[in-house]
């Protein structure tokens, strides 16, 4: 099933998994089945070794006879126990423009932190020594196999990180940012 994108524009989701089903209900004295039937449709995502789902249902129609979806939002932490979770039930004619609403809102806020919503997953986080070590051994032993450029991206998605801050980690580290297997000073090991 295709997703729908519904966030800002670049704005890319790892792992995100999708399942919809339709669930028959046989009705009973003050309930009316809809053309529709009960729709369930879950989707999944990892971000930054947490797991969040989100889960949309419709709801059997109230007493006005208006479809209403229930939308569910619920984290849990790297040992699948849930740390947080809500929901909200709206009209079901609703749905695009509460989407919307909240995906502007969650742009805005994202913003107002200090972060784009297409921030990588570690931009402005703090490089610890090990990545140091890392970013070092992997320019240098990559040789002249990508353009600097090219080679600045690839170590960009790998690190979580912008090409701009592998740039600057390069030059911190002693790395000629320009000349993938170049340093400004000699790697360790070397003579």
Known sequence: MTVPHIGPPGLSVPSAKLSA???????DEKEEVTDMGIVDCSADVQVNGRKYTVRAATLPPAGTGDERVEVALADHDSTGGTTERGSITVPADGLAAIGKLISQVLAGLSTLSGRSAT?????????????????????????????????RRILADHFGRT?????????????????????????????
């Open 119 to 151: 921030s990588p997953a570690n931009a402005q986080a703090p490089w610890s020594k090990e990545q140091d070590e890392e970013l070092l051994e992997r320019w240098i032993s990559a040789g002249d196999t990508h353009s600097s450029y090219a080679l």
């Open 163 to 191: 090409p701009g801050a592998i740039r600057a980690r390069l030059l911190r580290i002693g790395c000629d940012p320009d000349a993938p297997g170049h340093a400004f000073i000699p790697a360790p090991g070397s003579s």
């Open 21 to 27: 089903h339709r669930v028959h209900q046989e009705p």
